[in-house]
């Protein structure tokens, strides 16, 4: 008899989905919401996994601007999409792929694509029904495997942009049994003059959730407080939903803490109970202890760490808070991040810089900002500050020893400055012939050799590592030999490619083309961020000593 093909899912459990949606204002922390709740239920021993949907015309977050939109997050496969993945892959700890972010722009792409091929036989093409199964089969393949997929739809119900998407969801909820499905819904509850919690944004949000078709089973009120009973009651009079249906997310210190709280008023039992999995739970003892060690555990130490980029925006650079938080959680010391607009360091204004204990200079495109990083990476080398520099980071502590260690002045890179005599990096062979910029970096995974003996090597504790990357320039081959001189050494390379640097004689000063934010995780902190942070750590312990002289005497 033939068998079936073992696709990992177990049919007895049944593939259950939960559609989180959000109301009345975007920027209410839906995807927090959403990625604890996949915390609980992973917390209880399934295996959860997420999807984001996002209903803008981008076919990925690749192109979008970090101010607009914050970071754009990498996956392993070399997917640029939204930050809440990045989110999703910290708080399931899972490696998610492009496939897991739908977009507007995707499900237009391959149904236009279709159309073209002449796949659908003289057919009028719809929105209803091809451009909504296209979405329903994506979720489907998605979840594929997996015993529950939690499923973020981006922006507000009441948005023309969602509309496909919201109604793809209520055509997916009829296809499956009713116990297979759950509707979450995130609004606000904000609070009048005379201190009522208002529950009147909700009732509308919900009303127009109705609209369309959709009651929601659930309601997360996001609020700066806990709901009082009395708002839980009200609302959940007018939205027909019962009491014990209704949650709050009130405001928590760390984001880490939100599946705690929603766990405090049940949020996990009410959801295994009307998904009908509560049975296969582990008991309520053995789920979030090893959570709640992590999240809660004591930091007795604090540093402060300067962060030199362009956008002062944190969601810009949401991932690197992120690592810097785990490394914090390693080494159990609070990492206080001192934003610094890299522009105020031009013309030697390292001011800021000297109240810092270490210097995070992060990735970034385009000349702006860039003078200021290699200001602050001369500063973070010459007064022996650890230093960590990511992607444009890496590129630019190049461009700072080649200027001012070789006394190459006019060293740049091609990205910059197309005509500097010396384009110590330039532009990778393969992106010369190039004319589309969506997708075409070097992006993903990529493995790199480490250099036994050197500093890289005890910080990855291996002879190799595997991280994201996304560039377009690099180290330019041709300088290799030169630039590897008076203390830089090139530790990791991939081939031609020039991954890690360091430098000798200084207390940690590391600089990656990759980004090693992207594969950090609350219990599993990156390598380079965990030496940073213990270098840091080593640095503030020592009493004052010639380094804080030599900053108190920099020119300014
Ligand atoms: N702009 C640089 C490049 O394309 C660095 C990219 C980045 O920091 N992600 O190579």
Known sequence: MPTEPDTGY???????FVFVTGGVMSGLGKGITAASTGRLLANAGFDVTAVK????????????????????????????????????E????????????????????SVIEAERAGDYLGKTVQIIPHVTDDIKRRIREAAEGTDVCIVEIGGTVGDIESMPFLEALRQFASEEDPEDILFTHVT??????????????????????RSIGLQPDILVGRCADKLDAATKTKIARF?????????SNPDVPDIYHV?????????DEYVMDRLEIADEALPAADRSQRWRELVTRDRTKSVDVALVGKYALEDAYMSIHEALKHAGIECRSEVNVLWVDSDEMRDHHTERLQEADGVVVPGGFGSRGTEGKIEAIRYARENDIPFLGLCLGFQMAVIEHARNVLGWTDAHSAEIDADTPYPVIDLLPEQHELDDMGGTMRLGAHETTIEPGTL?????????????HRHRYEVNPQYIDELAADGLTFSGTAGRRMEI???????FFFGTQFHPEFRSRPDRASPPFVGFIEAVLEQAEQPATAADDASTGIQL
């Open 90 to 109: 910290r708080f399931l700890g899972i490696d998610m792929t492009s496939d897991h972010n739908v977009t507007t722009g995707k499900t237009y792409q």
């Open 188 to 209: 606000l509850v904000p609070y009048s003059k005379n201190g009522e919690q208002k529950t009147k944004p909700t009732q509308h949000s919900v009303k127009e959730l």
């Open 501 to 507: 640097l360091e430098r000798d004689g200084h207390p």
């Open 239 to 247: 939205c027909d939903v019962p009491t014990e249906a209704v949650f």
């Open 456 to 468: 890289a090597a005890s910080v990855y504790d291996a002879d190799h590592c595997v991280e994201r």
């Open 259 to 267: 599946p705690l709280m929603v766990e405090e008023e049940g949020l």
């Open 10 to 16: 177990d049919p007895t459990l049944g593939r259950k």
């Open 53 to 88: 949907v996002d209903p803008y015309l981008n076919v990925d977050a690749g192109t979008m601007n970090p101010y607009e939109h914050g970071e754009v997050y990498v996956l392993k496969d070399g997917g640029e999409v939204d930050l809440d993945l990045g989110n999703y």
